[in-house]
């Protein structure tokens, strides 16, 4: 079956975001023009075409363990050919081509598209960042779901409210009005009560934020 059809210029695939916002991050760092390439998130084609990995359970190591692939994660080539095996499997079985799930994949799983709320999100189980969790507390420079969602492709789980099992505080631009004379947020605060208690939480800057979710 010829999976390309007339997608005159076949995309770049992969699993999640977290590859196309890394090569964007790099050449924005190094001042260089972004690749011109039109990118496909084979989570979104398999979320699509398995109902099961609809809502959870769609990183590359669980779908590819379902499939019977064997390869090595974290290995560069290992997970391109893994993303490209999953690919195949789905062009074979709905017998569609790459053009059409370029299409699909950009169109809700079921009924009218939502906003997704920033709070609660679960981290990419194939994500560098896979197991911390992490609180945002005042304004970003990005929208506060934008950054939520670039966190939960890393590997975070992002929750709204502070606990023993925040890992990582990314602190934006207070505003003065709702500090209420003090110079540090509620959320901020209470990290810092958890440090001094024994925890172990990192207080990074937004920037530190997008240095680290580029691992």
Same mark, same amino acid.
């Given at each position: 079956?010829?999976?390309?059809?007339?997608?005159?210029?076949?995309?770049?695939?992969?699993?999640?975001?977290?590859?196309?916002?890394?090569?964007?991050?790099?050449?924005?760092?190094?001042?260089?023009?972004?690749?011109?390439?039109?990118?496909?998130?084979? &989570? *979104? !084609?398999?979320?699509?075409?398995?109902?099961?990995?609809? *809502?959870?359970?769609?990183?590359?190591?669980?779908?590819?363990?379902?499939?019977?692939?064997?390869?090595?994660?974290?290995?560069?080539? +290992?997970?391109?050919?893994?993303?490209?095996?999953?690919?195949?499997? /789905?062009?074979?079985?709905?017998?569609? %081509?790459?053009?059409?799930?370029?299409?699909?994949? &950009?169109?809700? @799983?079921?009924?009218?598209?939502?906003?997704?709320?920033?709070?609660?999100?679960?981290?990419?189980?194939? %994500?560098?960042?896979? %197991?911390?969790?992490? /609180?945002?507390?005042?304004?970003?420079?990005?929208?506060?779901? +934008?950054? &939520?969602?670039?966190?939960?492709?890393?590997?975070?789980?992002? /929750?709204?409210?502070?606990?023993?099992? /925040?890992?990582?505080?990314? !602190?934006?631009?207070?505003?003065?009005?709702?500090?209420?004379?003090?110079?540090?947020?509620?959320?901020?605060? *209470?990290?810092? +009560?958890? @440090?001094?208690?024994?925890?172990?939480?990192?207080?990074?800057?937004?920037?530190?934020?997008?240095?680290? @979710?580029?691992?």
């Amino acid at each position: 079956m010829n999976f390309v059809g007339d997608c005159v210029v076949p995309p770049v695939v992969s699993h999640t975001s977290f590859d196309r916002v890394a090569f964007e991050r790099a050449m924005l760092r190094y001042d260089l023009e972004q690749l011109q390439v039109t990118w496909m998130d084979s &989570a *979104k !084609v398999a979320r699509r075409w398995w109902t099961q990995y609809a *809502k959870r359970g769609y990183g590359l190591k669980n779908i590819a363990s379902d499939l019977g692939i064997d390869f090595n994660h974290h290995d560069a080539l +290992e997970d391109a050919r893994a993303t490209a095996m999953l690919m195949l499997r /789905v062009l074979e079985e709905s017998e569609l %081509g790459i053009q059409d799930w370029l299409e699909k994949s &950009a169109s809700p @799983i079921s009924g009218p598209r939502q906003t997704i709320a920033y709070e609660n999100l679960s981290g990419n189980v194939d %994500g560098d960042l896979y %197991g911390e969790t992490l /609180v945002f507390t005042g304004a970003l420079a990005m929208a506060r779901h +934008e950054a &939520a969602q670039k966190a939960s492709d890393a590997g975070c789980n992002v /929750v709204g409210t502070v606990s023993t099992k /925040v890992s990582i505080l990314v !602190v934006g631009t207070q505003n003065k009005h709702k500090l209420k004379g003090t110079t540090k947020s509620t959320k901020h605060r *209470k990290v810092e +009560e958890l @440090i001094a208690s024994g925890h172990e939480v990192r207080i990074i800057s937004e920037s530190d934020f997008l240095d680290l @979710i580029e691992i």
